[in-house]
């Protein structure tokens, strides 16, 4: 016999895993539900017996997935002058950025301007504040 508590058999305890696992077309659809307007993010992630920062993360998750799976592109943009000519030549104009806000989603585009300049502007952006802003930068 051995020491105090030492036994010469072994004994393991095989434990069930308990980690449920969430096909990526539950994930999207749960996460469509919660995305909804007005939505209650909490009670979604209750209603489907999930806590409510797995549902934050699976959101953000497709967020930065969306973000990323959209392609850039490109458009030809001239503005034409009048006050001010200068040398001609389009100003091209560039989606750099995608992002999407509280408020429902504001894209960002960058605007190259004939002297080199760049200039990044939300597509929300009053027109002739931005043709003044174009015309100041462009001296």
Known sequence: MGMSGDKSSREFSIVAETRRRWSEAEKAAIVAEASGPCT?????????????PLLFRWMKERAVALAHAKPTSFMPVVVSQMTNPGPPGPVTCEPVARSVDSSGGCETIEI???NGRRLRVGVD???????????LLEV
Do not use: C, E, F, T
């Open 125 to 135: 952006m009053d027109g002739q504040a931005l043709k003044r802003i174009i015309d």
């Open 112 to 114: 190259s301007l004939r």
């Open 40 to 52: 209650n993010v909490s009670a979604v992630a209750r209603r489907h017996g999930i806590k409510p």
